[in-house]
């Protein structure tokens, strides 16, 4: 994984351009492109920017290395606008809530792993001068007009499909250059989450009582909670701004937003620990909220005690135990659980890095090993299957070299498809390099 000296530079640099996007001593935004009778600005651009350095970990060093990216990106923005401009046309798809905020957790989970750990990921986000939510916020429209997009092509491309003569004549034609089937895996796990013991919890919660308490004798809030908040909530004073009800977990908006101007909460706890929370302010269906937030950790013993039941877990398992059930009994994956924790398969050379040293060589099929710490908790893992690297045949791999070739022909149809839409719609580009 990338780490944050790496990630912020980057994102430094697209600082810097955003400065040669607006005009010169103007704080006026300008249009980098016109599709059809929308525009995109060049907030959008260096917003996006921002989203492919996080995601990607491209790290332009210079001028030139910076305006092609930046021509890279507004090409793509102008292609997904064509695309969004006639899946809006089609009133048979639609997009549900539910589903962006999921993709927009996915999504942040994702960026997250281009960092050495979750807390560099957020110490970058505070040097922009974001949180999670704000960057939540702040591309939660893209995310949906994403999801849009492609299932308006997924509706275009379903009824797509190879003969056995294309998949034959895709294979002689890139036969040279497909890549050989790489060194894999298929694992299974066990999660054990390393969580906060309840005498932990107990003394986190009375201490934000006892804050919260001095607040209601007269301390400052913002000042409470510039002191005394972790995580980065108590920048500004732990001033949120304007909320609206669909921007704060349900367990934060339930008491918010039955305070009146100038009310405290109670102590109140959400997934991220325990909040006092101010109103300061009503607009409508916003707040202008200020808290106090004091996060949860586990204890060294808390550690320890989960290291001491993962040992005993993979001492079962080595000594005849089922793991699949060990797995359903135990794993903190509610998505491999079920499953008796398979994960599936993997690619060696692509395992994150917390793996590597655990996965890579190994070869003993139905062997556990572990305990495997990551941000998400420890994980014990047993070796399912292995295949090692060697090139694609027709006999042996047909179904995936047809998945190659149907994909090589969408891809080709997207691409007409731009092409066509480019020439019934008015594109102007307008980006001074």
């Known amino acids: 994984m990338r780490t944050v000296r790496v990630i912020l530079p980057t994102i430094a640099m697209v600082a810097i351009l955003a400065g040669a996007l607006f005009a010169q001593g103007q704080m006026v935004d300008k249009i980098v492109a016109v599709v059809g009778d929308e525009v995109i600005l060049a907030s959008e651009l260096v917003s996006q920017l921002q989203l492919v350095t996080l995601q990607s970990g491209l790290r332009p060093q210079t001028q030139a290395e910076l305006d092609s990216l930046q021509v890279q990106v507004l090409d793509q923005m102008v292609s997904d606008r064509l695309f969004l401009l006639a899946a809006r046309e089609d009133t048979s798809i639609s997009v549900r809530s539910e589903e962006v905020d999921a993709a927009l957790d996915e999504q942040v989970s994702r960026i997250s792993q281009n960092f050495d750990s979750y807390e560099e990921f957020q110490q970058a986000l505070t040097a922009e001068g974001m949180t999670i939510r704000e960057l939540k916020k702040r591309y939660r429209k893209d995310i949906e007009n994403q999801i849009l997009k492609q299932r308006y092509i997924q509706q275009r491309l379903s009824t797509v499909s190879v003969s056995r003569r294309e998949v034959i004549e895709f294979y002689d034609k890139f036969r040279d250059s497909i890549p050989n089937q790489p060194e894999a895996v298929k694992l299974a796990h066990i ?14 919660q009375q201490y934000v009582t006892e804050l919260r308490q001095r607040i209601l004798d007269g301390a400052d809030f913002a000042v409470i909670s510039s002191q005394y908040s972790t995580g980065g909530a108590g920048a500004n004073g732990g001033d949120l701004g304007w909320v609206s009800r669909a921007d704060v977990v349900p367990e934060f908006a339930r008491p918010a937003f039955n305070l009146s101007v100038g009310d405290i909460s109670g102590v109140v706890r959400t997934p991220f620990g325990y909040h006092v929370i101010k109103c300061e302010g009503k607009k409508e269906d916003r707040l202008h909220l200020r808290h106090l937030l004091v996060e949860v950790k586990p204890s060294a013993e808390d550690t320890t005690f989960a290291f001491q039941l ?24 509610d998505e491999t659980r079920a499953q008796g924790g398979q994960l599936g398969w993997f690619a060696t050379a692509q395992l994150p890095p917390e793996f590597t040293d655990v996965v890579v060589g190994w070869t003993t099929v139905g062997e556990y ?3 495997v710490a990551t941000q998400y908790g420890l994980h014990l893992l047993k070796l399912l299957e292995y295949q090692t690297e060697r090139e694609y045949t027709l006999d042996d791999d047909f179904d995936r070299l047809k998945e190659l070739a149907r994909q090589d022909k969408t891809g080709r149809l997207v691409d007409a498809w731009i092409e066509e839409f480019k020439k019934e719609t008015y594109i102007s580009y307008r980006l001074d390099m």
């Open 191 to 204: 999660l054990l989450e390393i969580q906060p013991s309840t005498e932990v919890e107990d003394s986190v």
């Open 310 to 333: 993962a040992d005993s877990l993979l001492g079962a398992a080595q000594n005849g135990d089922d793991f699949e059930q060990m797995a359903k009994a135990f794993s903190a994956d």
């Open 369 to 371: 090993r572990g305990p």
